[in-house]
């Protein structure tokens, strides 16, 4: 059960949100580059690692797989609605609020390049 002011989290297992990456609909577990600690997101798009550390918003961060070369890179709109699916399988609330946030940010112009 959650608190009054918790809000829910999940680990973060999405595809990679770079454009073009084959890993689009893969589910990658997302892990903190700098602590190695695996990744959570919560309602409001915040990912932080089970380490403790607050990322920051999941659309404004950089991200690396196997899947695409050149290292850390953005997401884009696109890339950042396919990933997204894959937590659909997991919670479609949970899915529906990130996309939410996701559209916010994209109306907003906050995302990176944009």
């Known amino acids: 059960m959650y608190g009054y002011n918790m809000l ?8 990679c949100p ?13 892990s903190h580059e700098d ?9 409001n798009g915040i990912v932080e690692c089970k380490n403790g550390h607050n990322l920051g918003e999941f659309f404004l961060l950089k991200y690396k797989c196997n ?4 290292g850390f890179q953005y997401g884009n709109f696109s890339a950042f609605a396919a ?11 949970f899915s529906a ?3 939410e946030k996701l559209l916010q940010a994209y109306q907003a ?3 990176p390049g944009q």
């Open 18 to 30: 770079v454009a073009g990456c084959e890993n689009s609909k893969a589910k990658l577990d997302w």
């Open 8 to 15: 829910r989290k999940i680990d973060f297992i999405s595809g």
């Open 109 to 111: 112009k906050r995302l």
């Open 35 to 43: 602590c190695g600690y695996r990744e959570t997101i919560n309602e």
């Open 83 to 93: 990933a997204l699916s894959v937590i659909a399988e997991f919670n479609t609330d």
């Open 67 to 70: 899947g695409h070369s050149n």
């Open 97 to 99: 609020k990130l996309t």
